[in-house]
């Protein structure tokens, strides 16, 4: 039983996607210990500093939202009122705009935090009732790059591997990820394998020298955006050195002629020249990859948070796809995800592209099977806007109405300013949330409070698609609602039918059965299965009671044509470059103890002691051609804005690059230490994920006034 005893539930993790199993100790509705689950198939007991120290995080209500608020205007004051008030104005408000300019002119804005049942209901009421597909979240921010890169290459939003093929592979490429801070405990298990069989090779990409280095076998250093040109140059020398299985080749894909004209085009010298790496180095990791027996490639954020992270990812993909080495034990392409239930809201297509249960929007018999189970409103083939195309939309008028959920945009959108503007000019905003400190709160027409984690129940899956069940452990704050009840009544003030669920599990089981008969299918699947399984990897087979552990294993792969798709794009990038005014390459990025836009973890001192500040790291190259000492305050500026924060003068970066963490907003009145003050509005044509890692500043040592 997943309820031990009257004050021992078991549930997940809240931060990452490594989805972490916990045990929540429980006592007059407060947490008394979060410790990690010994029995749970992820992280056997282990915690990272993050989720060590969750119950600090919970049992501190002293920033929580407890009631309902409305301003009349813009100006007035925020008032406390009831959950009716303040649904009847935002039932009134949305019902207006949506009949004077189309259900086109309102969006929700969401996150990868709330649970599958959330993300269900929300999904359900904008797609297939409000008949719009402007719905988005974070999620798009953090894996849309590699969403758009499976289906592409495999058919389908799939993941292939499942944790266990860490201990059966003997090779790790981490492309554009620092898993030992980002995925700690997912990275302690590399580290373990890594320790029984020292010949195992690593091989980490990334402009910085991070902690995850301190593992590998080799480094490349590649300047930042150059990930195609070394994957193609991997690739092409797999190919001479014969590393290549043309069996797989030739029976399961598609594109491989193509594809070999395509990383023939450079010489491995001139890729070495572009990518700043020695040409030997590049050989070394192509002859890893080629004599290893499994090989996985892990990436996360440095492939994906870019203006050609799709192709970055279709790279990547094709050196598993060349060597055959997917849907094998101990290989395959493995996208850590940041997010701890981005993937249960691609489940439920809670993406402006996506639908239910790995559908299309652009389909129509998708979309009319989508009418026809949920008796709502004919669904729109047209795509919704994307996290930055819905505040472009406020700013320019086309959007009235945002309801944003669970997230803080003005910390964590690019251009920060851009969505400042953006919010100003929104004529209506409803934030649901937590925590009274996000900065969206001053752009609130209607605030309304939601329960955290531990205070709701639900279903979340992690990166290897395994669900688990969250048990409720405590009752919220104040009034405070789950985000599920919160939509349900909505959707009712709006007079949809098909809205009213008992129980959290009734959502959850309305999802299992539209998965009926996909890639996906988890039908028949409910709480009392997943918590006598413990957790369940989708698809499910009901009549055997087991999931998936590995996909592809019979090598069908979900394209029309059943064989995987080689895809050889372009190797340029079209990030804003470095000019005379902005000399330098900004990247930005997590750090260890931090989590997002730090609203939860920033309230826990311990985790504030790793790094306490926001700051500039800078080799010393760089450091002295700008007169800059270690721990000097130090101006950024981009053509978009400026942040002030002190430097790390360190050879852990390359020359011509400084890196900003990204987790720090608004403090003491002052934004200026929010990353997102200067990255670029630039996005990926396909995915829309924003270009985070690349950006042109200039660096001047502060003078005070
Ligand atoms: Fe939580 Fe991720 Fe740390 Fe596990 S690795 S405890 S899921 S933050």
């Known amino acids: 039983m997943n309820k031990e005893s009257n004050s021992v539930y078991k549930s997940t993790c809240c931060y990452c996607g490594v989805g972490c199993g916990v045990k929540i100790s429980v006592e007059k509705n407060q947490l008394i210990s979060v410790t990690g689950d010994t029995e749970h198939p992820v992280n056997q007991g282990k915690l990272c500093s993050k989720g060590m120290n969750l119950q600090y995080t919970v049992n501190d209500r002293s920033d929580r939202l407890l009631y309902p608020q409305m301003r009349h205007h813009r100006s007035s004051p925020l008032q406390r009122v009831s959950w009716d008030e303040a649904l009847d104005r935002a039932e009134a408000v949305f019902r207006t705009l949506i009949a004077k300019y189309g259900p086109d002119t309102v969006a929700f804005y969401a996150s990868g935090q709330c649970l599958t049942e959330e993300y269900y209901i ?43 093929d860490i201990e059966l592979a003997d090779c790790f490429l981490v492309e554009g990820a620092n898993p030992a801070w980002c995925h700690p405990i997912l990275w302690r298990r590399i580290e373990a394998h890594k320790a029984k069989n020292p010949r195992t090779k690593i091989i980490v990409v990334d402009p910085r020298i991070t902690d995850t ?113 997917i849907g094998k034990l101990g290989s395959g392409p493995f996208s850590l995800t940041g997010q701890p239930n981005a993937m249960g809201g691609r489940e439920v297509g809670g993406l402006a592209n996506l639908l239910p249960a790995h559908r299309d929007i652009d389909n129509k ?19 919704g806007l994307t996290a930055t195309e819905m505040f472009e939309a406020l700013a320019d008028g086309r959007l009235k109405a945002i309801w944003i959920i669970c997230t803080n945009p003005l910390t964590s959108l690019p251009n920060a300013r851009l969505v400042e503007k953006a919010l100003q000019m929104a004529k209506f905003v409803v934030v649901q949330e937590i925590s009274n400190k996000p900065q969206t709160l001053d752009f609130a027409d209607i605030i309304l409070p939601a329960a955290g984690w531990a205070e709701k129940e639900g279903t979340m899956t992690n990166s290897e698609r395994r669900i688990s069940h969250l048990h409720k452990a405590i009752s919220p704050p104040g009034e405070a609602l789950p985000d599920a009840e919160i939509f349900s009544r909505f959707a009712q003030k709006m007079g949809f039918k098909g809205f009213s669920y008992p129980t959290p599990e009734d959502i959850y089981k309305e999802h299992a059965q539209l998965t009926s008969g996909t890639s996906i299918d988890i039908s028949g699947l409910d709480y009392t299965l997943i ?47 470095p000019d005379q005014n902005f000399p330098l390459i900004l990247t930005t990025g997590r750090i260890r103890d931090q989590w997002h836009t730090m609203s939860k973890t920033g309230k826990v001192s311990k985790l504030n002691q790793h790094i306490q500040a926001a700051f500039l790291e800078v080799h010393p190259n760089d450091a002295a051609t700008l007169n800059l000492a270690d721990g000097q305050l130090a101006n950024v500026y981009s053509i978009r804005g400026e942040v002030r924060v002190r430097t790390r003068v360190s050879k852990t970066i390359k020359p011509g690059v400084v890196f900003l963490p990204m987790h720090w907003g608004k403090l003491l009145g002052s934004d200026l230490h929010r990353a997102n003050n200067l990255t670029n509005d630039l ?12 950006c042109a500043v200039r660096v001047e040592a502060h003078v005070k006034k």
Request: charged content about 25%; proline content about 4%; overall charge negative.
């Open 122 to 164: 929300l999904n359900k009421l904008v797609k297939g009732f409000i008949g719009t597909n402007n719905i988005d979240t974070n999620s798009r921010l953090c894996m849309s790059s590699a969403v758009a890169a499976y289906k592409k290459t495999l058919g389908e939003d799939s993941v292939p591997i499942c944790y266990d």
């Open 213 to 325: 280095c301190a593992l590998a076998d080799l480094h490349l250093q590649i300047n930042p955006g150059t990930d195609i040109v070394l994957n193609y140059a991997i690739g092409r020398l797999l190919i001479e050195q014969g590393d290549i299985d043309l069996g797989f080749i030739n029976d399961h894909t598609e594109g491989y002629e193509v594809y070999k004209e395509r990383v023939f085009e450079r010489t491995l010298l001139e890729s070495a020249v572009i990518c700043g790496v020695p040409a030997e180095d590049i050989e070394r990791a192509a002859s890893y990859i080629g004599e290893s027996k499994g090989f996985l490639s892990l990436w996360t954020m440095g492939l994906n948070q870019s203006v050609v992270g799709v192709n970055k990812n279709l790279s990547l993909i094709d050196l598993n796809l060349i060597t055959g080495k």
């Open 365 to 383: 018999k998708h979309r009319d099977e989508l009418q026809q189970f949920w008796s709502g409103t004919t669904l729109s083939g047209k795509p």
């Open 531 to 577: 918590d006598s399984l413990q957790t369940v990897q989708w698809p499910f087979d009901l009549k055997k009671k087991q999931g998936t552990t590995r996909l592809f294993q019979d090598k069908e792969f979900l394209t029309p044509s059943g064989r995987a798709q080689l895809h050889s794009p372009p190797d340029q990038h079209y990030s804003e470059l």
């Open 683 to 694: 996005v990926d044509p396909i995915s829309k994920e924003p270009d985070f890692k690349f």
